[in-house]
Each structure stands twice: as C-alpha cells, then as structure tokens.
C-alpha cells in the first residue's frame, strides 16, 4: 500500500509540480522522435486520427454544427449535431467515461451509429459531459482550479443532461425522440431520470449499451479499487484536479499506438481492461481511438464509481459518516431510486463484458419498472467497448437499435424481431 502511495506521490506530484510549458516541451521532443520514426519506417497513418469530432464528420460528407450549453452550476458542454430537416425526430447520443462524441464516429461512414442514425433522418445530437475535451470550460472557474473538478457522474445526471435535454427540446420543440447512452452515459441518465423525473418526462426511450449501474467487474483493474481507501488521499492530493493530465497522457498514448511496432500493447490494453475480443478489434481504429481518449474525467467520478463498486449499491457519492449527515441527514449515502424511473428503456448487453456482468444487468432489468427491450449481443466475445468499436455492431447491435426507434415512430411502424 505504502509503495502505490509513494509511486503515486512520486509521478503525480512531479507531473503537477511541473509547469505547463516544461510538459510542453517534453511533448515536442516526444513527437519530434516519433515523427523521425515514422517517417524513417515509411508508416501509412490514419488522417482521421488528427481530427476532432466536427471536422470528422464534415470529412465523411455530413453536415455539422457545435452548440454550447450553460448547466445550472455554470459548466459550459459543446453539443455537437448532425442536422435533420424540420420534421426529424431528435436524439441524443452520450458517451462514458474518458470518452467524447466521437466515441460515436469513430467506425465511420456506414458503420458509426452517428451516421446510420443520419443516413435514416435523425436529427443526431452528441453529447459531451463536463471535464471532457469539448467541456472543459465554466462561466467563472478555470480548469486550472481544483473546484472545477469537484464533480461526479452524478453532477453530470442532475446537471449536464438536463441542460442538453431542455436546450434540445426546446429548440425543436418537441421531446427528444430517443436517449442511446454507453456506460457511464446510461449511470448519468439513471441519476437524471430518478433525481429529475420531470427532466427524464421529456425522453420517450432509451436505450442502454452495457448498461453501468451495479457493478460486478471481471476486468484486473478491480484489483485497484479494495486499496481505494489509501489512494483516496494521494488521489485527492495529487488528482486533485484532472485524473490523468489528460492532455499529456493522451499524446504519450496517440503517438505511441500509432506506431506499427507497438499496436499490440495498446490494443492488449483495451483487451486486458474492457473483454478480449480479437476477431472484432480492426486494429486500423486504434491511432483513431487514441486521438479521442483519454479524454479528462475527474478523479470524483472514478472515487465515485469504486464506491459503487465496493458498496454494491448504486447510490449518491459517500462524503464519510460526518459530513454524509451534514449533506444528506444520514450516515450512509442515499439510494438512486431506480423504481422512480418511468422512461420506457432498452438494456443491451454482452458476456464478454469485463466491466459489468450479464447478472448486473439482471439485477437493473428488475431494478426498473419499464424495461421494453433487454438484449444480449449474439457474439460470445463481445466486450464492453465492442459498442462503440467492433468491425460488426453496426449489424449486431445498432440494425436492433434502429428497429427499436422505427417502432417508436406510429407513422413508420416496422415489426420488430
Ligand atoms: C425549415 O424551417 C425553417 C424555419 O421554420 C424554414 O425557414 C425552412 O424553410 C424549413 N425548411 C424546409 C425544408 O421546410
Ligand atoms: C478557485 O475558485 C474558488 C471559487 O471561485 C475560489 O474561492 C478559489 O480562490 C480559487 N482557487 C484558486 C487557487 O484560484
Ligand atoms: C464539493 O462539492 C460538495 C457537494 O456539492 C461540497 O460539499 C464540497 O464542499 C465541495 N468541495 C470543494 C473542495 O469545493
Ligand atoms: C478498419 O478500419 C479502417 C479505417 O477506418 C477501414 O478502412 C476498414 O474498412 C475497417 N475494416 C473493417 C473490417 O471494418
């Protein structure tokens, strides 16, 4: 314990303890050697892998627009949007954790949910929660101030998704047609939708992909969470701010797994955290994948989701028996009441999933009172963040998907399997 305390202190305190431009410059240095070898071993790379999410989109033929919204405490979110005509049904895409709205481009034209979604009519409305890349921003406080991080995915729930919502919903003056979350995009919708449910009244369904709410992980990081409690305090201190100096980390990550020579560790990463799936990875993504990710969360939201973890019980962040009191009038936290949920909702899920299992999803299915559609993706091997990856989803899971919303439409009713 002692020694992941004092690696901690070590690495985290020179990283924070070193000024902006000292980080800068070992990054120019990083990518001048990279780029030597690069250019040296002759390597094809992906264009797509230097572009954010709008320019992404446009470069696939889409047209594109970037909207920001103001949450009640102050954050300002980048909605990104692929326009629909005036009589398109609106719907919100929202990533998970250490992601963006490109975590819905990433597989490109004719594969990516964001697209298909378009290519049907869709008026596509992607997300990005507070902290991340395009959200990294607030009317009075900088990113630089440790206050600005003092959220988790809760704030993200009783905040950022009321905000989208309402900004969406009245602009196209109509509820949004369907809410599609990943991970830590369905936690937020079930905080919102039970701590907000006159917000969750102007969704029509949603539909969850690996669905985060109980959490029974099969990845090695659980190993990490039984020393929480010790790498509360370095966390606090040293991550005070950002969990990972994201920007840095990101460009160790971007330039090291573009390279031919090391795409394996970084795809063994991937494997060895969310599921091995090898037949499904298309290892051309990853230079892709990792321009995207990380993408900054703080270190709440990961304290946040260890509890959830560690309790078993998806309930409000836990400040400690004393100030629990002060906050909530009880010692533990309080429940989410999952029973409060009236929004019709999809569960998809997959085996191969190592962050939550097909028997935590079970335990969600008869936590909500109106589950309309609880499937699990016919591929064995099928991981948590296959959703959003893997060479088939767009025929293992969004065909489904589509199916779901056309049946939502009375004047397009199409039989669903
Ligand atoms: C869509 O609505 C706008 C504003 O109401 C209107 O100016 C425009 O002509 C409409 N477009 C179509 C294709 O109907
Ligand atoms: C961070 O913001 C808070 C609230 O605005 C302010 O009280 C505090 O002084 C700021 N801290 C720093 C280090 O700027
Ligand atoms: C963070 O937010 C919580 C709850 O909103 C509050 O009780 C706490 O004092 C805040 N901490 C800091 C350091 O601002
Ligand atoms: C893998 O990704 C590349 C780059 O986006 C794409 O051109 C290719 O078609 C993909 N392969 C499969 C099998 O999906």
Known sequence: ?????????????????????????????????IWTNWNQ?????N???FLDTPKTIIKAG??????????????LLTLHRIPGGNDSLPVLLQHGILATSAEWIVLGKDKALAYLLADQGYDVWLGNFRGNTYSKAHISLSPLNSTFWNFSFHEMGIYDLPAMITFITNMRSQPLHTYIGHSMGTSTFFVMASERPKIAQMVQMMIGLAPTVFINMKSPIRYFFPFIRELEIPMRLFFENEFFQSDFVKFLLKNICNQNIVPNICANLIFMIYGDDREQFNYSLLPVIFNHHPAGASAKTILHFAQVIESDK???????RVKNLLIYHSTEPPNYDLSNIAVPVALFYADNDWIIS????????????????????????????????AKDTSKLVYDRILKLMRRENPNNVTSVE
């Open 41 to 45: 071993f002759n390597i094809e790379f």
């Open 314 to 320: 998806f309930r409000k962040y836990d400040y400690g």
């Open 1 to 33: 314990m002692k020694l992941i305390g004092l690696m901690y202190f070590l690495f985290c305190s020179h990283l924070n303890a070193a000024p902006i431009n000292v980080i800068s410059e070992i990054s120019t240095l990083i990518r001048r050697i």
């Open 47 to 49: 264009p797509d892998s």
């Open 358 to 389: 097909t028997e935590d999803v079970k335990r969600l299915y008869h936590s909500l009172p109106n589950v309309v559609d609880m499937y699990e993706v016919p591929w064995s091997k099928f991981n948590h963040v296959d959703f959003m990856w």
């Open 62 to 75: 889409y047209p594109v627009e970037s909207h920001v919204v103001m949450t009640e405490d102050g954050y």
